[in-house]
């Protein structure tokens, strides 16, 4: 089955604690994106990815890190420097083409982080 | 500019009809999505709409797009309470090198039986 994942469902840091998300897909996507969710905020881009070993900056970055070293895969760091890490993480995929108008994104089931 | 609103919740009887409404600004936006997500879930497309079109219709659900207004619309048809979800609409800009989706703020549907 073609899909994405995300592990764990659910993470609990301590605060000062830097916390890795998993995302993997084997949907053959070149692009891949993090969100956070945050009750009544809706979706916020965090960190995107076009193609291996490059990704750029979302609305959000600051706080956070990513890597591209696999087609496969988009890990997330949230860093002891983000200062409300409280939220739902979701992860996303989607084929890329310059200039391609449509754009359906594949989400993963998402993580639940909390700092204690 | 990029900025898509949309009510936070919304609460309809089983049976009746749910309008969820979004307006979004940025008007050379070519599709424009509804997405669904369940409670503790990530998102699933339920439908889409290119921008030349004003009507989509699919089974239970109707896509009403005005360009002019820049307001679009999801109409599910005969409300179950399996449709009791976060509906978000998205828009994606013609031309953005990154091909990013921009996100409305969500409207919870309730449905009561």
């Known amino acids: 089955d073609g899909g994405i994942t995300q592990s764990p469902k659910y993470l609990f840091r301590k605060e000062g604690q830097n916390v890795t998300l998993s995302c993997e897909q084997n949907l053959n996507h070149d692009a891949m994106y993090w969100y956070r969710q945050d009750p009544g905020q809706g979706l916020r881009l965090i960190y995107y990815?076009?193609?291996?070993?490059?990704?750029q900056k979302g609305d959000i970055a600051e706080g956070y890190s990513v890597s591209r070293e696999k087609k496969e895969s988009f890990p997330l760091t949230v860093t002891s420097a983000q200062k409300n890490p409280t939220a739902f993480y979701l992860c996303?995929?989607?084929?890329?083409?310059?200039?391609?108008?449509?754009?359906?994104?594949?989400f993963g089931p998402g993580t639940r982080l909390t700092v204690l | 500019g990029e900025d898509v609103e949309q009510s936070l919740f919304l609460s309809v009887r089983e049976g009746d009809s749910s309008v969820i409404n979004c307006t979004y600004t940025d008007s050379s936006s070519t599709y424009l999505y509804w997405y669904k997500q369940e409670p503790g879930a990530g998102l699933q497309l339920l439908t889409y709409i290119f921008s030349n079109m004003d009507m989509k219709q699919d089974q239970r659900l109707t896509v009403l797009l005005n360009k002019k207004d820049k307001h679009l619309s999801l109409r599910i048809a005969d409300t179950q309470t399996g449709d009791s979800a976060i509906y978000f609409c998205a828009e994606s800009p013609l031309g953005g090198a990154t091909n990013k989706l921009i996100f409305g703020t969500g409207t919870l549907l309730a449905v009561q039986p």
């Open positions: 990815s076009q193609i291996v070993n490059d990704f």
């Open positions: 996303a995929s989607s084929t890329f083409r310059q200039g391609r108008a449509y754009n359906e994104q594949f």
